[in-house]
Every structure is written in C-alpha cells, then in structure tokens.
C-alpha cells in the first residue's frame, strides 16, 4: 500500500504575546473533523523551532512530558487525514527543517497535481527526499529559495509559481508565520483575531470557540503574515477564478463553520430543501444518515413537513469505515456504528438523507438494517450530485471504477442499493445553495472537468493555474 500524501488535512497558526501551545491545541481540537490520523505542532522559541507530532488524536500527541515542555509564541499546527496507506509516524506534519537562514516549518492542507513530476525532477539534479509527501516538496522548494537577503514573501511567491493543485499552507521562517492559499482558492484558509494576537485556521469555528473573532477569508493565491498585533496581506496581481471545493460545504468542514462567505449548516440545509422541492414523496418520516447527513434532513423535514426522527442510534467510538481498505470491513464497520431505532422505523414510509454517495457501501448496509426492523418503503435523497470522477485536489475518491454512480443508472443505484428510489441533487442545486457560480467552484469530481492541467483528464475552459503563473511572473 503506498502512502497517500497530502489530502483533506487541517492547519492553524498563531503569533501571540503569551505562549501559543495550549492554544493551538485547542484550535487543533476544533478541527480534529479534519484529520484523525496524526496531529502535530512546531512552535518557535530562542531562535529554534521545536515541533511535537505523531499518529493519534490530537489530544493524545499533544500530551505528556514533551507537550509540556514545549513552548513559544509563534507557532503552527496540523491534523493529518490519511487514506488506507499507512500512517507513518515519519509523514506527521508540521515539517521542520533547517535553512540557509533559520529553522522553517510548514503545515499543507490540499493535494498537489505534480508533485511526482516535481519530484522527479529535482531528484534528477540531484536532491534526495525523505518522504512521499507533497509537504516535503514544498518545503523542499521554498528552503532552496530562502537565503540571506531574500524577501520571504518572495521566495514563498516563487514556490507557488511551481505548484499545481491545492494547498493551504501554513508556513514558519523562524518567528514569522505566514498563511497561504492556492490561487484557485480549493480549501479554505482564514484570519482570525484572538485574544493575546492573531491566527489562521482552516475553519472560521475556531475563533468562536478560543473566543476570538474571524476576520475574514485568505483569498485565492493570497499571502498573509500575521503578527501579534495584526496581519499584512500580500495578495496576486492575477484574476484567476476561484475553484472552491464544493465537497467542503457538503461534507468536510463543521456546519458552525463559515467558509467563504457561507455558512456550512445554511448551505447544507438548502440542499435538503431543495431535494424536498424537487424530488418530493409521501412518507412517514426523514432521517439522517448520522452525522453526515444531519443538517440536509433537516432541510427535508422542513420544506416537505414530513416529521424529521432519529431512525439511528451512532456508535461514536467505532472507527472511519469509509478509509476500510475492503468491502467486507468496512460493510460490518458500517453495521457495528450504526443500529436503527425500531420505533421510527417500523411499518413506516423513511426518507434516508446523506450527504454524499460515493462507494455506496453506507447506504447498502443501512437500507438492509432499516428494512430488517421493518421499515415499508425506503427513499433515498442525497445532498451532493452523483461522484463520477477523481479528486487530485485533496478529497479521499480516488478511481473511477470505485463510484457507485460511474456506470449506473439512477435506476441501476436504486437497485443495487435496494431503495425504493434514489434523487440526488444537480449542480445547479448545489450553485443555489452555495450561492456561487459552478465557475467559481471545484466541481471536478461531479462533471469530471478540472480547474487546473491533471494529465489525461479535461481542463475546463477558464482561467486556470498556468495564467496565474503567466500574470504574476511578468
Ligand atoms: P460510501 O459508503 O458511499 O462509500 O460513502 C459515503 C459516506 O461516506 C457518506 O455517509 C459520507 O458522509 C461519507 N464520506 C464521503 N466522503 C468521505 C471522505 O472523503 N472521507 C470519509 N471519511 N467519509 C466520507
Ligand atoms: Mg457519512
């Protein structure tokens, strides 16, 4: 099994006048959603920066004797989301190494499109890596860039012109830290004012819970310094488009989070409603698919005025079943998490609401568990349109031949999951409920055109990556 680099990862970063540890664990704790496999921090003190990171929650590598001693003001942290690869304590972000000019560490969230034909490269003059992760290719790459005399704003603008794909960084040259985001803006990366200095983080819900206030958004291909008492914004000359990742408001990121403008919660809920509008049916009652599915339920209770029940109990202590690596597992993973509530279920009409289908291994199992305590009739509606493409940005779909809705009809998906009928949403549902153009979002894995060059797929037609490197390099 090869070990998956990058992907749906969180990042924070702080500079404060008091020390920044228990607070970039707390952060850290906020976005744990984002990341169960490893977690890690790097905090810089006395003109070295020391890190602490390693598999596990975050609450179980940010402990013990290490964690304790562990101090600075200025610091960056990562949770790490890897997919069946091993989780190689080795890969544990943030990284740090040491440069020309001072110790450097940098926290990634996103998926880099070339980082093998970069990797190749620079292995064919002659540099040697230590990991298959993107992170190191770009911290490799900024390291080469920083030397004495080198505006750090300058060599990070360097690196970007080298990447392809998403990534939000957040990035340590000794004391100064720096956040950055992709010019096409896929993940999410925000400012934030907190009490003793100033933060980024992935999702806005960390400054309401360190009590904090969001500033705003990092843009598209901006890059921010923050320092205790405020932030400096360098942002691109260049008008790329933004490719945000839909996926991100459907299933990744918290629904008390605000990202880009809108709420996760609101846009979630839209969708329910929309599916409700669009693809009514009589019924007893709507249930979630928990967690997942929750606030799109809602939505459906809402606008059909059928009553909204919990048809689940969750087991919360089992596992992810989606990074199983077989069928067979993850299917009984999905039957040791989740047992249905007879009373809900029972002699009546369900509508099941999730937010996604991708395998179709949750909804198959949980179709067979509603009908064994006796349900009627089960209707699946789902939030996000059919998966029918790769993500090379960041999210865990990775082939083809591994989505349901590839080669099937809507019809062939009902009948393999044996529901009396399956809707899903369009891409015009989800542009309404975002309140954004699908020309302003990544919707790659849905309608399989890109927003920047990945070999052998199709590019769509709009400014992409390779004009930002054109624009901002004159
Ligand atoms: P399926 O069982 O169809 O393969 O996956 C769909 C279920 O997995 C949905 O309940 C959805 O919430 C969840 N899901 C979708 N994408 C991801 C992902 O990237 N990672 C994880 N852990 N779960 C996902
Ligand atoms: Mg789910």
Same mark, same amino acid.
């Given at each position: ?13 702080? #500079? ?58 200025? *610091? ?12 190689? #304590? ?35 003059? *002659? ?144 969708? *329910? ?131 349901? #809705? ?7 998906? #009902? ?19 975002? *309140? ?39």
């Amino acid at each position: 099994m090869v070990d998956m680099p990058g992907h749906y990862c969180g990042v924070v970063a702080m #500079a404060l006048t008091s020390d920044a540890v228990p607070s970039l664990k707390r952060a850290l704790r906020v976005i744990q959603h984002r990341g169960q496999e490893g977690a890690g921090i790097a905090v810089y003190k006395d003109n070295k920066i020391q890190s602490l990171a390693n598999v596990g929650l975050v609450h179980e590598v940010l402990s013990g004797q290490r964690y304790n001693e562990i101090e600075g003001n200025y *610091g960056i942290g990562h949770v790490r989301y890897s997919t069946t690869g091993r989780s190689v #304590a080795q890969n544990s972000q943030p990284i740090v190494v040491t440069s020309a000019i001072g110790d450097v560490a940098v926290g990634h969230n996103g998926d880099l499109v070339n980082s093998e034909s970069t990797r190749e490269r620079l292995q064919n003059i *002659g540099w040697a890596f230590l990991t298959t992760t993107d992170s190191e290719i770009i911290i490799r790459l900024l390291v080469n860039e920083l030397k004495e005399g080198v505006d750090p704003v300058k060599a990070i603008r360097n690196v970007m012109h080298q990447l392809n794909g998403a990534y939000s960084l957040v990035i340590m040259i000794k004391n100064r830290i720096f956040g950055v985001r992709d010019p096409l803006g896929f993940h999410p990366l925000s400012i934030g004012k907190l009490d003793k200095g100033y933060g980024l983080a992935s999702e806005s819900a960390v400054y309401d819970i360190l009590q904090g206030q969001f500033v705003r958004d990092v843009e598209p291909g901006e890059i921010v310094e923050i320092f205790p008492e405020g932030y400096t914004s360098y942002p691109t000359n260049s008008k790329v488009n933004s490719a945000h990742c839909m996926f991100e408001w459907i299933y990744f990121a918290r629904p008390d989070s605000v990202l880009d403008g809108r709420e996760v919660y609101d846009v979630r809920k839209k969708l *329910g409603m929309i599916l409700a509008r669009e693809h009514p049916v009589k019924a007893d009652v709507v249930i979630p698919v928990p967690d997942s599915g929750r606030a799109h339920a809602i939505g459906y209770a809402a606008e059909s005025g059928i009553p909204y029940e919990e048809g689940f109990m969750k087991n919360r202590y089992v596992e992810r079943t989606f990074i199983l690596p077989e069928q067979s597992l993850r299917e009984e993973g999905v039957g040791l998490k989740l047992n249905p509530i007879k009373s809900t279920v029972a002699g009546k009409s369900i509508v099941v609401v999730d937010d996604s289908i991708v395998r179709g291994t949750t909804l198959r199992k949980i179709i067979n568990l509603l009908r064994k305590a006796g349900a009627k009739e089960v209707h699946v509606r789902i939030g996000c349109p059919p998966v029918i493409a790769p993500c090379y940005y960041g999210v865990d779909m990775r082939t083809r031949d591994q989505f349901i #809705a590839t080669n099937r009809s809507i019809d062939e998906i #009902a009948e393999y999951l044996t529901a009396d009928s399956v809707k899903y949403t369009t891409i015009r549902d989800v542009e309404e409920a975002i *309140g954004m153009p699908a020309s302003k979002l990544c919707v790659a894995c849905l309608n399989g055109e890109y927003p920047t060059n990945v070999p052998g797929e199709k590019c769509r037609k709009q400014p992409t990556l390779d004009s930002f490197e054109e624009d901002s390099q004159q």
